[in-house]
């Protein structure tokens, strides 16, 4: 599915290609903190980044704790919901998730190559405009999972825990 983007860029080099209108379908309010709701954004975010796309958003980045309003009625999970009665608003993982992306990456910065040679880790990574390299790695597994990354001949040793996502900035 996500290699259709790269072949997409490629075909269009010249062409920016911006993802919208992502969500989690099918509202359930006793699943707010459903951490599977945010590893699909990751997931999104990464292989789309990896295959070309400049930009990510979700559809809606606020909704009721309906999961609307909508006139159509396919409510939805949004990064976060406002409960109109309480006067509350409530966090979902999914926000947090996008967070190691739009804290981390500023405007302008340039995706540049990165490959985890764990088939279990994802990864993506850029350079902002004031030299930081910042990766974001995500475990969508039950283990721990220790690994290195290399920047040319300097290498640092981590971990991730299992069901995770962290983003390690270098200046």
């Given at each position: 599915?996500?290699?259709?983007?790269?072949?997409?860029?490629?075909?269009?080099?010249e062409k920016n290609?911006?993802?919208?209108?992502?969500?989690?379908e099918k509202?359930?309010?006793?699943?707010?903190?459903?951490?599977?709701n945010?590893?699909?954004y990751g997931r999104s975010m990464i292989n789309d980044f990896n295959q070309g796309t400049v930009g990510w958003t979700d559809w809606n980045i606020l909704l009721d704790q309906t999961g609307g309003p909508n006139h159509v009625g396919n409510f939805c999970f949004a990064p976060v919901h406002a409960d109109v009665a309480k006067g509350e608003l409530l966090y979902t993982p999914s926000y947090y998730y996008i967070g190691h992306f739009s804290k981390f990456i500023r405007?302008?910065?340039?995706?540049?190559?990165?490959?985890?040679?764990?088939s279990s880790l994802s990864c993506t990574s850029f350079i902002n405009e004031d030299g930081s390299m910042v990766t974001v790695v995500m475990n969508q597994t039950d283990q721990e999972i220790p690994y290195k990354v290399y920047v040319g001949s300097q290498a640092i040793e981590a971990k991730i825990l299992?069901?995770?996502?962290?983003?390690?900035?270098?200046?």
């Open positions: 599915m996500f290699a259709n983007l790269a072949d997409i860029k490629e075909s269009y080099p290609i911006l993802f919208t209108e992502g969500c989690v509202f359930d309010a006793e699943k707010y903190q459903h951490w599977p945010a590893e699909r405007p302008n910065a340039k995706r540049v190559s990165s490959t985890s040679s764990r299992s069901h995770a996502i962290q983003t390690l900035v270098a200046k």
